[in-house]
């Protein structure tokens, strides 16, 4: 009998689950009718489409503002599996959520523009925005004023001025970052085994090369080690021999957010997988086939040394936009700040009173990551929708005190003593917002070999796990977080596909 009730629950949870899902897709693809945007509404403008810009704009009531989106990327990217699909374990489009989608759901339709704000003029209020896609119109440049601004377009790739990095090595930060080096590494194996190639090129085409031991260089690596164990090898035997993955870091270790347990078992894992690690190796240099890197000898002394490579990935940090540069330049309180502009703890631009700032442009305190950018964002909803409703219930509280005033007889100024009271408790209420404040939730990064670690917060403290447990945590965390269910259902049938005809070896 219990295994009979156990069936019935199972099949009408399946069921819901269907049906929810079901839902979720009708509705998505089935948008209600907008509202037009209001000119005489105070004009927002948010700059981005990354995680700040995103979950500020999921939680906004668009209907309070005329609110203006501007990005060179019409479509959301969810960073985190971002290193997957340079090995093709998922394809790119799985984890981009186009903007159009989400915007045509908001109660107020917004303006979008895909563009690239080139400069922000303080004294002015104006953005001037460029079009830097393929095809142009007639019109390419043009200016937006603003009564408001968010910015929140995050960071570019940190070269340190190095020579050659820009010309020689691949980032890996955008889309195109990732198809460049799936590209790449195909490249690299199909010329290593061209006729007649020398031993010691072979061996050069098949180095891939990593530079920083940041979860960006971590988990791109692990990836591709994976790659060549799962499908590389078994496609290309000849490179069995000589393909290798090095990952170059300047500190005494990788992962350095991390507990010291969880970067010992990263450095242990890696070794298994082969996967060498130098750490206190500086890259100085960068030409189209060797990087020189200087690091401390037998004897202590420093050296600098050669490293012939095939692929380069360079993922040492983050620098601040110009865009970002330029607007720090216009504000005397900004001239301090290096690393972006510096924020107060409700994340407005310190010197400004009409701009905001989230994500990997701001300066607050925090680590530049996904987690503090979107609960920055969300933050900045919950502020606006706030500071919406505080404007409206003043200007009611002004006219009701005109009406006080004017009021024919006691008993109607007493009618409207009362509503002002009423009106006085929901601004009290309304106005109770407090500063920022950022929840770690943990972290979390893939190593390889079907294993992760993480170190998570709890309300008794921090605990730190690794392996292959922590490895579905983290693919469910990361499914979780997605940005819809489209997106969670490409993500799933990616994996499945990968791990049923192996990944995709052809160079497109
Ligand atoms: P972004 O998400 O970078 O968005 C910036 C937006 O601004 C983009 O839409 C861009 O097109 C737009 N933009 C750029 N220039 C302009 C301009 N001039 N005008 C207008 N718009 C502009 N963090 C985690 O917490 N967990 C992870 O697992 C994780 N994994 C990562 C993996 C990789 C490979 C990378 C690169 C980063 C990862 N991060 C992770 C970090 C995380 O992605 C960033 O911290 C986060 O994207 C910052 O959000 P943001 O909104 O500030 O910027
Ligand atoms: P990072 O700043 O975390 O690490 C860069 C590394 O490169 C540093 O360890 C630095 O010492 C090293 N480096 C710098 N110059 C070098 C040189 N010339 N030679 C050798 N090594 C050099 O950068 P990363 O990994 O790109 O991450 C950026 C941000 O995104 C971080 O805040 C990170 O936490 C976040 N992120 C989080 C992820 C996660 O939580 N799973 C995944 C990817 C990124």
Same mark, same amino acid.
């Given at each position: 009998k219990f295994f009979k009730w156990l069936w019935r629950a199972t099949y009408l949870s399946a069921i819901g689950g269907l049906i929810y899902v079901g839902y979720g897709i009708f509705e998505m693809r089935h948008p209600p009718d907008q509202v037009d945007p209001d000119p005489s509404k105070k004009t927002l403008v948010i700059l981005g489409t990354g995680w700040g810009s995103v979950s500020l704009l999921k939680k906004l009531?668009?209907?309070?503002y005329n609110v203006v989106v501007i990005s060179p990327r019409n479509y959301f990217l969810?960073?985190?599996?971002?290193?997957?699909c340079t090995t093709g374990t998922i394809e790119h489009r799985s984890i981009m959520e186009p903007v159009r989608n989400f915007l045509r759901h908001k109660k107020a339709a917004v303006k979008f523009y895909?563009?690239?704000?080139?400069?922000?003029d303080y004294e002015k209020k104006v953005v001037y925005i460029n079009d830097e896609s393929e095809i142009k119109g007639d019109v390419t440049s043009t200016e937006v004023p603003f009564d408001m601004l968010v910015v929140g377009v995050g960071a570019e790739n940190a070269t340190?001025?190095?020579?050659g990095v820009r010309e020689h090595a691949l980032f890996l930060k955008e889309v195109n970052d990732a198809q460049a080096i799936r590209k790449r590494i195909m490249d690299c194996c199909e010329t290593a085994t061209f006729?007649? *190639?020398d031993p010691e090129e072979i061996k050069r085409l098949l180095h891939m090369v990593v530079v920083g031991g940041g979860p960006t260089g971590v988990e791109f690596a692990g990836e591709l080690q994976d790659f060549f164990n799962n499908d590389l090898k078994k496609w290309i035997p000849d490179i069995t021999d000589n393909f290798h993955v090095t990952l170059v870091e300047?500190?005494?270790?990788?992962?350095?957010?991390?507990?010291k347990q969880l970067i010992d078992y990263t450095e242990k894992t890696f070794k298994e997988e082969t996967i060498t690690i130098r750490t206190k190796t500086m890259v100085k240099n960068v030409t189209d086939k060797y990087i020189e890197a200087e690091s401390a000898g037998p004897d202590g002394k420093k050296q600098l040394e050669k490293i012939p490579y095939g692929l380069l990935v360079w993922a040492t940090g983050n620098a601040v936009r110009p865009v970002v540069k330029d607007l720090m330049s216009q504000i005397?309180? *900004?001239?301090?700040?290096?690393?972006?502009l510096a924020v107060n703890e409700y994340l407005?631009?310190?010197?400004?009173?009409n701009i905001w700032a989230v994500g990997d442009?701001?300066?607050?305190?925090?680590?530049?990551t996904a987690q503090v950018a979107s609960q920055e964002g969300a933050f900045l909803a919950r502020l606006f929708n706030q500071m919406a409703k505080t404007e409206a219930l003043e200007s009611r509280l002004k006219e009701l005190s005109e009406a006080q005033e004017t009021a024919p007889n006691k008993q109607a100024r007493d009618e409207v003593f009362t509503n002002i009271k009423e009106l006085q408790r929901q601004l009290r209420r309304v106005k109770q917002i407090g500063p920022f404040e950022y929840s770690h939730q943990g972290s979390l990064a893939y190593i390889g070999s079907e294993k992760a670690v993480a170190d998570i917060s709890w309300l008794t403290g921090n605990f730190a796990t690794g392996g292959t447990l922590t490895y579905f945590f983290w693919r469910s965390a990361y499914l979780s977080m997605c940005f819809s269910t489209r997106n969670r259902i490409l993500v799933i049938m990616d994996w499945v596909k990968a791990k049923l005809f192996g990944r995709d070896v052809s160079r497109e």
């Open positions: 009531d668009t209907e309070n969810f960073t985190p599996l971002l290193p997957s895909e563009a690239e704000a080139t400069k922000i340190f001025g190095i020579p006729k007649n *190639q300047a500190l005494p270790n990788v992962l350095p957010m991390f507990s005397p309180a *900004q001239k301090d700040s290096r690393r972006g407005v631009v310190k010197g400004t009173e442009c701001a300066v607050a305190n925090y680590a530049p």
